[in-house]
């Protein structure tokens, strides 16, 4: 067990039943807490409830008998010490508007949600601070770190990184999330672990159509290298540490979704270079890739804060603007040289 990690019964809520909320929930679960997870469709949370089983989203793991799963949000909130936001960015917003009766007075509210809203191009836990009543607004906290959810289900070793304004009730959120194989750092730099957990998916992407074309490893590593001077580009800009970026949140993540085969916005790349269209390759997916929306928001967002992102725009042009995957390929290739560190 992590020294200072929560060992008391905990009430944990879990808002958002796809895959991460899922092994979120199991991995509090596994550690004898009470959690009740939340899912918007009634005949998910029937099933997860039915058969100990998330088969649509977290096939093969067998869930505890400490969770149980609800598609009413009083019922997921009632008594929670700590709330976990895991849907989908596009989704957090009316999520938190329909929770705010039922939310907790005391505990962390911790956003494991990875992107940038659409349209008000805000992080995460921005979206929930303008939605939240002021007084709940310091306990927000964002969770981070290199994590695909079947690894973090089936209790393999992970490092994370939790992320507040008030630093403690930041290391209280560390505190109930570590365990034995998993190790929480805190940071008070929320915008660096928010950009880079957001901006890594736009890379896999990227990465992924690179390894699609066949183009090798020296051509993912450039990719993984550029993507990451990307990140912290925009990120210290907005303000965040720019060491930040070469941690758990930023370089960490960012290896693991550009390399690793469980990672759907690696897997659009791939399908994109191989000729599929954008709508063929999210139809077939039961999962969000959240690089795909993402994309767009960071493109906006680079352009109205004055940012380059050579790389987020070529992903950009491609997903939206119907540029060729390999035409995007050469237009990164054959941009005019610089200083690295521009």
Same mark, same amino acid.
């Given at each position: 067990?992590?020294? !200072?990690?929560?060992?008391?019964?905990?009430?944990?809520?879990?808002?958002?039943?796809?895959?991460?909320?899922?092994?979120?929930?199991?991995?509090?679960? @596994?550690?004898?807490?009470?959690?009740?997870?939340? /899912?918007?469709?009634?005949?998910?949370? $029937?099933?997860?409830?039915? $058969? /100990?089983?998330? &088969?649509?989203?977290?096939?093969?793991?067998?869930?505890?008998?400490?969770?149980?799963?609800?598609?009413?949000?009083?019922?997921?909130?009632? !008594?929670?010490?700590? =709330?976990?936001?895991?849907? %989908?960015?596009?989704?957090?917003?009316?999520?938190?508007?329909? &929770?705010?009766?039922?939310?907790?007075e005391q505990g962390p509210l911790v956003s494991a949600t990875k992107g940038i809203?659409?349209?008000?191009?805000?992080?995460?836990?921005?979206?929930?601070?303008?939605?939240?009543?002021?007084?709940?607004?310091?306990?927000?906290?964002?969770?981070?770190?290199?994590?695909?959810?079947?690894?973090?289900?089936?209790?393999?070793?992970? /490092?994370?990184?939790?992320?507040?304004?008030?630093?403690?009730?930041?290391?209280?959120?560390? @505190?109930?999330?570590?365990?034995?194989?998993?190790? =929480?750092?805190?940071?008070?730099?929320?915008?660096? *672990?928010?950009?880079?957990?957001?901006?890594?998916?736009?890379?896999?992407?990227?990465?992924?159509?690179?390894?699609?074309?066949?183009?090798? $490893?020296n051509a993912r590593a450039a990719l993984i290298t550029r993507g990451l001077a990307?990140?912290?580009?925009?990120?210290? $800009?907005?303000?965040?540490? %720019?060491?930040?970026?070469?941690?758990?949140? !930023?370089?960490?993540?960012? #290896?693991?979704?550009?390399?690793?085969?469980?990672?759907?916005?690696?897997? *659009?790349?791939?399908?994109?270079?191989?000729?599929?269209?954008?709508?063929?390759?999210?139809?077939?997916?039961?999962?969000?890739?959240?690089?795909?929306?993402?994309?767009?928001? /960071?493109?906006?967002?680079?352009?109205?804060?004055?940012?380059?992102?050579?790389?987020?725009?070529? =992903?950009?042009?491609?997903?939206?603007?119907?540029?060729?995957?390999?035409?995007? #390929? =050469?237009?990164?290739?054959?941009?005019?040289?610089?200083?690295?560190? @521009?």
């Amino acid at each position: 067990m992590q020294p !200072g990690a929560t060992t008391e019964r905990l009430e944990v809520a879990v808002l958002g039943a796809g895959s991460w909320g899922t092994a979120i929930a199991k991995l509090f679960a @596994d550690r004898g807490h009470s959690v009740r997870l939340w /899912a918007r469709r009634g005949e998910l949370a $029937h099933a997860i409830e039915a $058969h /100990a089983e998330n &088969a649509s989203y977290l096939p093969g793991h067998r869930l505890p008998a400490t969770l149980h799963a609800t598609s009413q949000l009083q019922r997921a909130l009632s !008594g929670a010490q700590v =709330v976990y936001f895991v849907v %989908p960015s596009h989704g957090l917003r009316e999520v938190v508007q329909e &929770a705010i009766p039922y939310l907790p007075e005391q505990g962390p509210l911790v956003s494991a949600t990875k992107g940038i809203e659409n349209g008000s191009l805000l992080l995460m836990t921005q979206v929930l601070e303008e939605v939240l009543p002021e007084r709940m607004r310091r306990r927000v906290c964002a969770a981070g770190g290199p994590s695909f959810a079947h690894e973090v289900a089936a209790g393999l070793p992970a /490092a994370l990184c939790m992320a507040g304004a008030d630093r403690a009730l930041t290391q209280q959120a560390r @505190d109930q999330l570590a365990g034995d194989r998993t190790r =929480v750092y805190d940071t008070e730099d929320v915008i660096g *672990v928010e950009v880079g957990g957001a901006l890594k998916n736009v890379m896999a992407i990227a990465a992924g159509a690179s390894d699609g074309f066949g183009f090798g $490893h020296n051509a993912r590593a450039a990719l993984i290298t550029r993507g990451l001077a990307e990140m912290a580009r925009l990120a210290t $800009h907005l303000g965040a540490n %720019p060491l930040t970026l070469s941690g758990l949140s !930023g370089l960490g993540d960012l #290896v693991l979704t550009c390399t690793g085969d469980l990672s759907r916005n690696r897997r *659009v790349g791939m399908e994109l270079a191989r000729g599929r269209s954008l709508q063929a390759v999210l139809g077939d997916m039961h999962m969000v890739a959240e690089g795909v929306r993402t994309a767009k928001s /960071a493109y906006e967002l680079a352009r109205r804060e004055g940012i380059d992102m050579p790389i987020t725009t070529e =992903v950009y042009r491609a997903l939206y603007e119907g540029k060729a995957p390999l035409d995007a #390929v =050469v237009s990164l290739m054959s941009r005019s040289s610089r200083h690295e560190r @521009d």
